[in-house]
């Protein structure tokens, strides 16, 4: 059986992912929950469920390639675009409502001193053409209308100085982006501040899921050791000892003598 084996860099890594999974499968809960508005239903208990999953798909469709399953790999990779959608969203409907509800408080400043704003112009207005009546009327100081209009005109001068530190307190409009936006608009030409504004939120969910993920992909499929193959011994085979070849004996050929003599063999 082949061995597992993880330095602390893979369980470091591993630790981390479960944590991060672990974060995303509670934002995919609440996101459920307001969706259902407070009702447990089964999708609310889907919802971390499929988060959880979620971190397992990769290594499946992983371990699916490796064995060449190719099907069961696109299956797994497209249950993960799903399970990754569920995750992203939730993460995203929590940081969009923090930002939204940053931008809501500046719209509303904005409203306020724009309102006190209005309202000053308007005193202002009001103020000198009621002086101008004041003018018209009493310049002889004989006007019927005089006493009544420099009432009138004492009553638009305290209007203009109440407009005015109602302006005062409103304070001064703010920025439609948040600094952060406008800071980085700065290093980056060419991208309004109001871009980064609208995207800015999406940053941190994309992280959450993308390295919660990686993080928990690389421990576990470098957590398995390769089973070392042992090499065969090599077994030294005796070498078969040439034998000398054998000499043949040849005879000789015998001489005849026809006389009826001896016969002498003949040797080479």
Do not use: W
């Amino acid at each position: 059986m082949a061995k597992y084996r993880y330095s602390p860099g893979r369980l470091a890594a591993i630790g981390i992912g479960v944590i991060l999974i672990g974060l995303d499968a509670r934002g995919a809960y609440e996101y459920a929950l307001k969706a259902e508005s407070g009702t447990v239903s089964y999708l609310v208990l889907a919802a971390p469920v499929i988060a959880l999953t979620a971190g397992l798909l990769p290594i499946l469709a992983g371990q699916a390639l490796k064995r060449r399953q190719h099907l069961q790999a696109i299956y797994l990779f497209v249950a993960f675009l799903f399970a990754g959608a569920v995750v992203f969203l939730a993460a995203l409907e929590r940081t969009a409502a923090v930002h939204q509800s940053a931008a809501t408080g500046r719209l509303a400043h904005n409203a306020r001193v724009a309102d006190a704003k209005a309202e000053l112009v308007k005193a202002i207005s009001r103020r000198d053409d009621v002086e101008a009546k004041r003018l018209k009327e009493c310049g002889t100081g004989r006007g019927a209308r005089c006493k009544a209009l420099r009432e009138e005109a004492e009553t638009a001068g305290q209007s203009v100085a109440t407009a005015t530190a109602a302006v005062t307190a409103a304070g001064v409009a703010l920025p439609s982006a948040s600094p952060k936006a406008i800071a980085l608009a700065a290093y980056l030409p060419g991208v309004s501040a109001e871009t980064i504004d609208l995207y800015q939120p999406m940053v941190l969910p994309m992280a959450l899921l993308v390295v919660g993920f990686t993080t928990l992909h690389f421990g576990a499929s470098s957590g398995r050791s390769r089973r070392r193959r042992r090499k065969p011994a090599l077994v030294k085979r005796p070498v078969p000892k040439k034998k000398a070849p054998r000499k043949r004996k040849h005879k000789a050929p015998a001489i005849v003598i026809p006389s009826g003599g001896n016969v002498i063999p003949f040797r080479r």
